[in-house]
């Protein structure tokens, strides 16, 4: 069966629902990525995002009448299971650490002017950033659902708040808790070296 | 405007820009106070970094296992549902031929059972053999137990004798002329005995010559 590109979601699904699997797999395809990128950063491991991202879509197989397209978009559906998962996960380990299948040569590559650094340089940012990561993976998840999807994913406020079903102000209030906590733990990371080396 | 008023409005200046006056005001409040200043620096430092942070997986996606797997799954549900789908109705076609299979046989049976429905209507006859017969057929009689073969009257069903009652009745040979048998005409005077098979409309629908009838 054709399917166009702007096909809506939940012709889709009613497609998907009665055994058109072109349709699943365009549905899939449209959602899929920011899913995963969702979860990722909010567990910081790449396993545990890709299992979440698979059991959010077998959840989609098997009960697709639990998505009522009057109450939301697919994607706010998809989003409030997708966090569910990954609230289930961060119960089960608490903190996990490091995206470990980033790969080190692209993710340096992320930052501005990375070709003309020294290598004492590209070490500082490196660390940097894994201070940044490490800071974010410790938020409280409210404030770091906030500042993944505001911070790291850059939806604007009403998006965030949609698919985090709050208010817009519960979005700014949590962001800004947020980045203070986020702020306050670089600092402490950052200064934790200097403090060790001030004791020896 | 305060600290807090500060902190409300959010550290991303960029944001209030549609709010010109409080824009201003937090500008101006960072002027003032080193504490929200020095936290707004921080902050601007922190959104590059998160930014890059951000960048680094801004073209992550679910490895293609997931939607292979995905597929399968999919593909078994269908299956699995089609299957279920096919069996309910195998089996709801199964019941209805059972039952449509019952129901001719039964209604065979019936039909086969029909002439012999004296035996029954003799029972029924038994049942009721104290309460007296309607005057219109003149003696009251015991039902018989004799058995024999009831002839039908013409225009009689056989399946009209499921209640039917036995009466035995003294009448002249030439009355059975009028239920429409063939009389012989020198013995049309003659008192004979003979077994009624009365129906629920009171009408006989089958006769026979009692045993001891001239």
Request: proline fraction near 5%; charge should be negative; glycine fraction near 6%.
């Amino acid at each position: 069966m054709h399917i166009e590109a702007q096909e809506r979601d939940d012709v889709l699904l009613r497609r998907s629902a009665k055994g058109d699997e072109e349709a699943f797999t365009e549905l899939y395809r449209r959602h899929q990525a920011p899913l995963y990128r969702f979860a990722l950063r909010m567990s910081g491991n790449v396993w545990a995002a890709e299992e979440i991202v698979q059991d959010v879509f077998v959840t989609l197989i098997r009960d697709p009448k639990k998505f009522d397209p009057g109450r939301g978009a697919l994607r706010s559906y998809l989003y409030g299971i997708t966090r569910n998962r990954v609230m289930k996960h961060l119960e089960r380990v608490p903190r996990e650490w490091l995206h470990e299948e980033i790969d080190e040569d692209n993710a340096s590559q992320a930052g501005p002017g990375f070709d003309v650094m020294t290598p004492a340089e590209w070490a500082e940012l490196h660390e940097r950033r894994e201070q940044v990561r490490a800071a974010v993976l410790e938020l409280p998840v409210e404030f770091r659902e906030a500042v993944v999807l505001c911070g790291l994913e850059e939806l604007s406020y009403e998006e965030a708040a949609q698919l985090l079903e709050c208010p817009v102000g519960t979005i700014r209030s949590r962001l800004h808790r947020g980045r203070a906590l986020l702020l306050a733990k670089l600092e402490m990371l950052r200064d934790t070296p200097k403090r060790a080396g001030a004791n020896r | 405007m305060t600290c807090e008023e500060f902190e409300l409005a959010g550290l991303d200046l960029e944001t209030l820009r549609e709010d010109n006056a409080v824009l201003l005001a937090a500008r101006e409040h960072l002027r003032v106070c080193p504490h929200c200043a020095a936290l707004h620096e921080n902050w601007q430092a922190l959104r590059a970094d998160l930014h890059a942070v951000g960048a680094e997986t801004q073209e992550a996606e679910a490895p293609p296992r997931v939607e292979m797997r995905l597929r399968q799954e999919y593909r078994t549900r269908h299956k699995t549902v089609k299957a279920r789908r096919v069996a309910v109705i195998a089996g709801w076609t199964l019941a209805a031929a059972a039952v449509v299979l019952v129901a001719v046989s039964w209604i065979n049976w019936r039909n086969q059972v029909g002439p012999s429905t004296p035996a029954a209507a003799v029972a029924t006859a038994k049942v009721g053999s104290t309460k007296p017969a309607g005057p219109e057929l003149g003696e009251t009689l015991v039902a018989s137990n004799d058995t024999g073969e009831f002839t039908l009257l013409p225009g009689s069903l056989p399946g009209t004798l499921e209640d039917a009652t036995v009466v035995r009745v003294q009448m002249q040979r030439g009355s059975l002329g009028a239920l429409g048998l063939t009389v012989n005409e020198e013995r049309a005077s003659d008192l004979i005995q003979v077994d009624l098979l009365v129906g629920d409309d009171g009408q006989p629908q089958a006769l026979r010559l009692a045993q001891n009838a001239n």
